[in-house]
């Protein structure tokens, strides 16, 4: 790990993240403004443009490359605080929250993936800017009656994914235990005078990962010992270095990697005919009835790589028992802790799929500012790069990432104390290039058909 | 037999004289070539979602023309699936996406026009693109392009309402609150 000063320094300064919460909520403004009165097309609504072309493409890399430092200058965050300083009750988060958040995450998550492809929230102004009003009424609701962010900890829908990325980031934020061993009024929970504490329950000494960190900075502003380290680590060393088990987490970077697949399928030729092919098999008609056939599709997509996972940590669980004679080792034991290999090939997916978003669609966002303005440009491409290009960039990002889980996988097995590390990690290998293999054989495809 | 050779001879006669006509808040649109007429009535602005009647006319010396040969009125819809997902704006006219993902594979790029009098078509058109358009009628040789602003649905006025209420409460709701748990009511 490398300690990062400049990162401190930043996370140090009045400015942020204040500043860059202004310049969001003016984005988030426009978006919204434009969303609900603008022209109801993604390609020439600037507000559209933005969101579905930078903003969410580029939201899985940011939190490989900058933690969950989004989080910190959310625009939905930055309108909590306000309305938590104007009318906040400051109620606990209840208990019901806190045992199931992450649950409620997930389900949320899968929820609006379902809606948005149903519904075509992407490809539509007024749904999004619909979506946007509910997650701001959620927003005002939860700043106005619980204390901190309370929304964002427990209920916001990219909670999930942000949580699991971020671990395999490259930023960490800690806290030096001999400095703090002395504190006891911890400001960097509490706040101070000047600065709130950590806006999602943190305490830094006991920080065990940066699943939760915003890196909001105000644990670096209130410690007066200077006792808050914030460094660079090698991407995914958190994931074996100190492994937290969490079944939702290895369940959600399961179903992610499902539901990437999905989103590459929907863009496939042969998408049509598995449409209509489902609808056969349901006795239904796949257009008519698309809601129901488009959640068998999503359910199957999302059950394939989870069902891979029980298998391969039932299959690993068998080789511990046999090798270490540990009747102990359990099936839910090794999935939640080789689910964790999953993270880095999730995150793959998801940078790569976004990565096809930004580079063949994004050209459009100056198109649809002059369009705004009612400046019309030409006839003009969308996109910047071209796709013999976009592809194999695609796969390369897909191939780093399922090296990446095959080595997570490879490291969490030796934590184990078996003769064979690989014999351990060899059903979790097998699985991760199953699902490697379809992903690019899904990229491959739609290389094929667009040249 | 005879007259529908004459009148497909008059149809070729009809050789496109202005191009495109793009009349703003286009009510009918025309392309004249000798005395043979070609005419659309198209509504100035049409909405996403609602059916719009489209109506294409076809005179010959002033009369309508009778026994016309089936014509087609191609509007930009969506080709392929990358057409769908292609929101390139070209030249102004950005096809979009559609907002239904369920009638994507449905799309249509040509709609048949059903006679309903003599030489009169009417084209019964659900647009499924926002933005503004381009529709072309053709006719044996003859093309009458007119663009036609795809008007956008304003937002649901329950939703913002139900909105506005909804935040309204929620604040007023944890003021009072506030104010009767911290009498000081002050932020801490």
Known sequence: ?451 | MKGTKAVGKAFVACILVGGALALAGAGRSTVLNGDCQLAAQVPAAVRKGHVTTLILQIRQNGRPVDHAPACLATAPLFVSLEDVLDTTPAGGVDLGSGSDSAVRPACTNAIAGTQSGPGLYVFNWEPDTAGRVNLIFSAAGSTLTVPVDVGSEPPSTTILVLFAIFVATVLITAGCLRRRLRPGGAAS
């Not at chain 1, 909001?216 to 995914?236: F, M, Q, Y």
């Not at chain 1, 939702?248 to 590459?264: F, H, P």
């Open chain 1, 1 to 451: 790990m490398i300690e990062a000063s400049w990162i401190k320094t930043v996370l140090r300064s009045r400015m942020y993240p204040s500043l860059l919460q202004w310049i969001t909520m003016g984005a988030f403004v426009l978006v919204l403004v434009l969303a609900l009165f603008g022209p109801n097309n993604a390609g020439q609504n600037f507000g559209m443009a933005l969101v579905w072309f930078v903003w969410w493409p580029l939201m899985p890399l940011s939190f490989l490359l900058a933690g969950r430092s989004w989080c910190a200058v959310c625009p939905f965050a930055c309108l909590m605080d306000r309305v938590q300083q104007g009318v906040g009750v400051r109620l606990p988060a209840p208990l019901f929250l806190r045992r199931h958040g992450p649950w409620i995450i997930a389900a949320l998550f899968i929820l609006v993936t379902y809606v948005d492809e149903v519904w075509g929230i992407h490809s539509n102004a007024r749904s999004t800017g619909y979506l946007l009003l509910m997650v701001l009424a959620l927003a005002v609701f939860f700043g106005a009656f619980f204390e901190r962010r309370t929304f964002c900890r427990y209920v916001c829908f990219i909670g999930g994914i942000a949580a699991n990325y971020s671990r395999a980031g490259v930023i960490q934020l800690g806290a030096e235990q001999d400095r703090c061993r002395d504190c006891v009024t911890q400001p960097c929970y509490h706040g101070s005078q000047n600065t709130p504490g950590c806006p999602v329950f943190l305490l830094p000494p006991g920080l065990q990962d940066s699943s939760m960190c915003h890196l909001c900075g105000n644990c670096v502003k209130n410690c007066e010992p200077d006792a808050i380290r914030v460094s660079l680590r090698r991407p995914t060393a958190e994931l074996w270095e100190s492994p937290r088990p969490h079944v939702s987490a290895a369940m959600l970077a399961a179903v992610v990697i499902g539901i990437v697949m999905i989103e590459q399928s929907a863009l496939l030729r042969s998408w049509s005919p598995l449409l209509e092919a489902t609808g056969r098999l349901l006795h239904i008609d796949s257009y008519v009835y698309y809601p129901l056939v488009y959640g068998v599709l999503l359910t199957t997509f999302m059950a394939v790589p989870l069902i891979g996972l029980v298998l391969a940590g039932f299959l690993s669980s068998l080789v511990i028992r046999s090798l270490s004679r540990n009747a102990r080792a359990r099936v839910l034991e090794n999935f939640a802790t080789f689910g964790s290999a999953l993270i880095p090939l999730a995150l793959a997916g998801h940078v790569a799929h976004g990565l096809y978003h930004l580079l063949t669609r994004s050209r459009s966002v100056p198109f649809a500012f002059l369009a705004m303005i009612s400046r019309f440009p030409g006839s003009a491409g969308a996109a910047w790069l071209p796709n013999s290009v976009v592809f194999p960039a695609e796969m390369t990002v897909l191939v780093l990432g399922a090296g990446s889980s095959v080595y997570v996988a490879y490291r969490l097995s030796r934590r184990l104390t078996v003769p064979s590390s690989w014999a351990v990690c060899l059903p979790h290998g097998v699985l991760l290039l199953a699902l490697l293999a379809a992903n690019l054989y899904a990229v491959s495809m739609m290389l094929s058909e667009m040249r």
